[in-house]
């Protein structure tokens, strides 16, 4: 999984949580080139926060087959 800002602006932190809420990965200071490994994980539905320096905030699903 590549993490990218939005219109250039830099990512501030990522976290990733379960379908239970229960946060499973952070990161702080992320990378342009940050790339995530989610094959530790098991298949399911998870949920990609991302917060960029401007104070934007973004949450995605993603699916892990």
């Given at each position: 999984?590549?993490?990218?800002?939005?219109?250039?602006?830099?990512?501030?932190?990522?976290?990733?949580?379960?379908?239970?809420?229960?946060?499973?990965?952070?990161?702080?200071?992320?990378?342009?080139?940050?790339?995530?490994?989610?094959?530790?994980?098991?298949?399911?539905?998870?949920?990609?926060?991302?917060?960029?320096?401007n104070g934007?905030?973004?949450?995605?699903?993603?699916?892990?087959?």
């Amino acid at each position: 999984l590549f993490i990218q800002g939005h219109d250039g602006l830099p990512v501030k932190e990522i976290c990733i949580r379960n379908v239970m809420c229960e946060k499973v990965y952070t990161q702080h200071e992320v990378d342009v080139n940050t790339c995530l490994d989610l094959t530790s994980y098991g298949p399911g539905l998870y949920f990609l926060e991302m917060s960029l320096a401007n104070g934007e905030y973004y949450v995605f699903q993603v699916i892990k087959i």
